[in-house]
């Protein structure tokens, strides 16, 4: 078996949510985006929400829907995630095996002051819908006794003389045909560990105006933004070999860690009530932009870090459209429709090589509509009581490598099929919530879950009112 050697290949001329998908370092590779609303009594109607927004989370979900409170209101929301990263980690191509790394976090997601004034109602809240710390690997698994391989990395067989990547058995027929036992190779993906800490605020001042039955809304955001992704390379016999690394500051400064990067946004909505039983509501919000440069670090380069592009994180946009229906007074469904620019991801990209910059835009990322479909059914007991349930679905939408894998010389070809392995195509996720709530004149507590097979989140919401 012949291997090639790509710590040069790969990490200077050159593996998904993705996060930063402007460039194509492994660390990025196949990580879960969420832009679902904020707030337990949204989650737990799968984030059905912008026809309804009736409460304080409206200053982030549709801002049009702030009119409708009528009393100072405060909320706070608490949310539990698991999120699953996931790596092709063996299998030959294109035969290939992935691998979830499941990464934990809890925090303080949501939080909100909402203050009317006869037909105006401003709101001021905090909001942090990404924080993504975790880790991953693509090494070979060895028996703990014996030490031999049980499971190796991934690896593909490509012809000497042209063409794309073959089976083994087609490569092993090659050889015969030719008499040549190089006319056709087996290259293997250098081992990796991967370490990726993302995270977005943001601040925003909301204010909303009804005229009849007409409300509008807008938000400015400030939002801010921290990365750092690592990919470590190593050799197939575990020596260090490169290191590449996307950030929101310049490491070549000795800088500790990367520093926040802001920009300044906007969000627009409006949201139309016929009567108590119908309200539609649209929205718009606008995806800030970050600077994430790219630096590597191997032989080559005296083991410093060199930057090798400057490269822009581009927060998708959203346009969503819902409606809210109540057939009867215990009784609300709420449907919506999101469409979220996840080709944003990749404006301004720049691949870490030479090779695969040179077939031009050959990554991809997919916009969708994600449809989200809602109830929500009322006990009035001396505490009303509220059971939430809804689905919706997440389609597939990680960066995906589309470019040729017969173009160029045989390194040209090996390194388009490496982009090919890293990124492929991704899967949709159908999400399934639920959710329960109770409320006392002056107080509300919400708790929600939404399961998915990638994504999990528990989330619980508390608001007072004056």
């Given at each position: ?12 001329a ?63 929301e ?38 009317p ?14 924080r ?34 073959v ?19 087996n ?67 000795a800088?500790?860690k ?32 970050f ?131 890293l ?42 009112r004056?």
């Amino acid at each position: 078996m012949r291997k090639i050697s790509f710590p040069l290949v790969i990490c200077l001329a050159v593996a998904l949510p993705a996060w930063a998908q402007n460039t194509d370092i492994d660390s990025l590779a196949g990580p879960q985006f969420n832009f679902g609303n904020p707030g337990a009594r949204s989650l737990g109607m799968a984030g059905a929400f912008l026809g309804l927004a009736d409460d304080a989370s409206a200053a982030e979900a549709n801002p049009a829907g702030l009119t409708i409170l009528r009393k100072l209101e405060a909320s706070i929301e608490l949310r539990n995630y698991q999120e699953q990263q996931v790596f092709t980690t063996s299998g030959t191509y294109p035969d290939l095996r992935r691998t979830a790394f499941s990464h934990y976090n809890h925090r303080l997601t949501f939080g909100s002051v909402v203050i009317p004034f006869k037909k105006f109602t401003i709101g001021a809240y905090y909001h942090e819908p990404l924080r993504n710390q975790g880790t991953g690997e693509v090494v070979p698994k060895r028996n703990k006794l014996s030490g031999a391989i049980i499971t190796d990395v991934p690896d593909f067989y490509l012809p000497r003389d042209g063409g794309g990547p073959v089976s083994k058995s087609q490569c092993e027929a090659m050889r015969q045909r030719l008499n040549d036992p190089f006319s056709c190779a087996n290259y293997t993906i250098n081992p990796f560990l991967s370490a990726a800490t993302v995270q977005e605020r943001t601040f925003g001042i909301a204010a909303a105006y009804k005229i009849g039955n007409v409300s509008v809304g807008a938000t400015a955001r400030y939002q801010k933004f921290n990365e750092s992704a690592f990919t470590f390379r190593v050799t197939p016999f575990g020596d260090f070999s490169s290191i590449i690394v996307q950030a929101t500051s310049d490491i070549t400064a000795a800088n500790d860690k990367a520093k926040d990067q802001n920009d300044l946004t906007f969000a627009g909505g409006v949201k139309w009530t016929l009567n108590d039983r119908l309200s539609v509501g649209a929205v718009y919000k606008q995806g800030a932009k970050f600077p994430a440069p790219w630096f590597a670090m191997n032989a080559n380069t005296n083991f410093q870090f060199v930057k090798g592009a400057d490269t822009t994180f581009h927060i998708p946009d959203i346009y969503g459209v819902g409606v809210s229906v109540r057939p009867i007074p215990v009784l609300t469904i709420n449907a919506d429709a999101v469409r979220v620019t996840y080709s944003n991801l990749v404006d301004d990209f720049v691949s870490i090589n030479e090779d695969i910059r040179a077939l031009g835009d050959v990554h991809k990322e997919n916009d969708v509509i994600e449809i989200h479909l809602g109830g929500e059914y009322f006990f009035f007991t001396r505490f009303p009581f509220a059971v939430r349930a809804g689905v919706w679905r997440d389609p597939a939408h990680s960066m995906e490598f589309r470019g040729p894998l017969d173009k160029g010389d045989t390194i040209a070809r090996a390194t388009a099929v490496t982009e090919a392995v890293l990124f492929p195509k991704g899967q949709a996720q159908n999400h399934v919530s639920i959710g329960a709530g109770m409320a006392w004149p002056r107080f509300q507590i919400d708790a929600a879950f939404d399961r998915s097979k990638r994504y999990n989140v528990g989330s619980i919401s508390l608001v007072t009112r004056f």
